[in-house]
Every structure is written in structure tokens, then in C-alpha cells.
Antibody, heavy 124, light 112 residues
Framework: EVQLQQSGPEVGRPGSSVKISCKAS????????MNWVKQSPGQGLEWIGW????????DYAEKFKKKATLTADTSSSTAYIQLSSLTSEDTATYFC?????????????????WGQGVMVTVSS | DVVLTQTPVSLSVTLGDQASISCRSS???????????LEWYLQKPGQSPQLLIY???NRFSGVPDRFIGSGSGTDFTLKISRVEPEDLGVYYC?????????FGSGTKLEIK
């Protein structure tokens, strides 16, 4: 059974950084990209970016390029997102989501399995 | 960035009736390979989003055949026939054809 287990809620002070983890199980970690999605309180969904754990390659939405850093540890099948220079705008729930593809490994992904989400609160 | 406009914003449906949600894109979602990467997700209250439909019309594993996705180019529709209580939540369309990937703003389905 595919599972994505995310770490617990985080509280960060303005200007600091937090790092959230997403531990994958039930499949070969390096066979799928891992995506990250942001949901601000009471709001919709925003795609942050993806990482290919096999190669470490990444792609980010422009607005998150200076905010988020995606990494992956293949030895523990865990993906990470680090959020830096925190502001109140970063208060949100962050989801990891596995990206599968329909046709080839280069096809754009769809998100078939999701983590439970991590609430990040920025507060002084 | 591609903007996905969902209508209606909210929908109140009687159990057993049909619901229809529209998703209109600011650009064609046909990819260079000829396929269209438009998905539908449902976020039930207090839960993570879950995949319903991928590639416009393909139901994900375990999704009932009451959920039907259709469309092409810039106009897409999700139809839910015979609405059941477990269908309530917020429905999002999503496109992965253009970078950055983007979600629609969501349609909240309520049960009358």
C-alpha cells in the first residue's frame, strides 16, 4: 500500500526557516517524482514544485523559487521541503503528493497519492 | 500562468441528482505530445485532496463510474450522476500541461 507520511505541525518565527518531511512507503521511491502543494487557510491549492528523487532534479513555480527548497534522501525514501525567510504569508498546510504519469516518464504528472498535510504557522 | 476558471463556485444538490462542474482554461491544455493533462481532485472536509480523474476522462482506481470527465482544448466538465453523501467537498480542476501547473479555484458541493 502506497503511503506518504508527513511530519508534524511546525511553528516558525518570522524570518526563520522550517523543514517538513514526507516519508514514502509501499513503492520504489526513485520511480516517481514528488510534488508539493500549498493550501493557505480557507483557500485553494497552489503547486509549489516537484523533485525527481532519482536524479535530484527539481522544478519550481516561479513564486516559490526563493521560498522553497526541495530535497530527497533516497536512503530513507523521504522527501523534504524547506521554507525560508518565513512571513505570515507562509502560514498554510503543505502537502506532498506523488506524481505518476500516463504515457511516458516524461509526461506531465498527475497526483495519485497525497500525504496528510502539515500545518505551518508563522508567529512571533 | 494558465488560469483555470471553475463554475459554479458552489453547488447545492439533492441526493440522487446530477451535478456538473465546468473548468475553463485561459490557454489550450493540449500538450506537445497531443494529449491533454487536465485532472480533477476532490477535497473532502478535513482531508487531503484525492484524485478522481486524470487525462480529462480517465477515472482513477476505485473512483465510481458516477464520475465522468470530458472536454478538450480549453473547456472541461466534471459530471457526477446520482450524487451521494460522500461526494460532498470541494472539487478542483488542475492542469499539468503548462509550467507552472495550476489549480482552479474550486467548486464546493453541498448536499441539500
Amino acid at each position: 500500500e502506497v503511503q506518504l507520511q508527513q511530519s508534524g505541525p511546525e511553528v516558525g518565527r518570522p524570518g526563520s526557516s522550517v523543514k517538513i518531511s514526507c516519508k514514502a512507503s509501499g513503492y520504489t521511491f526513485t520511480d516517481y517524482v514528488m510534488n508539493w502543494v500549498k493550501q493557505s487557510p480557507g483557500q485553494g491549492l497552489e503547486w509549489i514544485g516537484w523533485i525527481d528523487p532519482e536524479y535530484g532534479s527539481t522544478d519550481y513555480a516561479e513564486k516559490f523559487k526563493k521560498k522553497a527548497t526541495l530535497t530527497a534522501d533516497t536512503s530513507s525514501s523521504t522527501a523534504y521541503i524547506q521554507l525560508s525567510s518565513l512571513t505570515s504569508e507562509d502560514t498554510a498546510t503543505y502537502f506532498c503528493a506523488r506524481g505518476d504519469t500516463m504515457y511516458t516518464t516524461d509526461s506531465p504528472p498527475y497526483f495519485d497519492y497525497w500525504g496528510q498535510g502539515v500545518m505551518v504557522t508563522v508567529s512571533s | 500562468d494558465v488560469v483555470l476558471t471553475q463554475t459554479p463556485v458552489s453547488l447545492s444538490v439533492t441526493l440522487g441528482d446530477q451535478a456538473s462542474i465546468s473548468c475553463r482554461s485561459s490557454q489550450s491544455l493540449e500538450y506537445s505530445d497531443g494529449y491533454t493533462y487536465l485532472e480533477w481532485y476532490l477535497q473532502k472536509p478535513g482531508q487531503s485532496p484525492q484524485l478522481l480523474i486524470y487525462g480529462v476522462s480517465n477515472r482513477f482506481s476505485g473512483v465510481p463510474d458516477r464520475f465522468i470527465g470530458s472536454g478538450s482544448g480549453t473547456d472541461f466538465t466534471l459530471k457526477i450522476s446520482r450524487v451521494e453523501p460522500e461526494d460532498l467537498g470541494v472539487y478542483y480542476c488542475f492542469q499539468a500541461t503548462h509550467d507552472p501547473f495550476t489549480f482552479g479555484s474550486g467548486t464546493k458541493l453541498e448536499i441539500k
